[in-house]
């Protein structure tokens, strides 16, 4: 799972395009809150960020790479193809350049979604 810094800042960033995700399953007694990131009880992964001056909590789910993957909607054969036309698109020199990036698959992914279902590219900062 992607917990990673920059993971997790596309993922907020991604809000007003997917959604805050499925809503976590509490066990009685969790106090969510306490955490900056959260497993429910079904093994969904959320970030939890409390703004104590607004009274405000934002729990948004962190999709694990298969979750993402449904999202499309396609076959395994689709999506690999897909992703492969994608890839090389989004990495002109395909092969080594790959494996000097400092990019995780969550990221990867995430940023196929989003270019596949909402036509956005990562700026570093925001989905442009």
């Not at 596309?10 to 809000?15: D, F, S, T, W």
């Not at 948004?60 to 993957?69: G, P, S, T, V, Y």
């Not at 790959?98 to 036509?119: S, V, Y």
């Amino acid at each position: 799972m992607d917990m990673t810094e920059t993971y997790v800042k596309m993922r907020l960033a991604a809000i007003p395009y997917l959604g805050m995700g499925i809503p976590p399953e509490i066990t009685d007694g969790d106090e969510i809150m306490r955490f900056s990131s959260y497993v429910d009880r079904v093994g969904n992964f959320y970030h939890v960020d409390v703004d104590i001056s607004e009274g405000q909590t934002l729990i948004c789910q962190l999709e694990r790479q298969d979750q993402l993957q449904d999202m499309l909607g396609y076959s395994i054969r689709t999506l690999l193809a897909e992703f492969n036309r994608w890839l090389k698109n989004a990495l002109p020199i395909h092969n080594k350049a790959i494996l000097q990036l400092n990019i995780t698959m969550g990221q990867l992914w995430l940023a196929f979604i989003m270019k596949e279902l909402h036509n956005k590219t990562w700026g570093g900062n925001r989905w442009v």
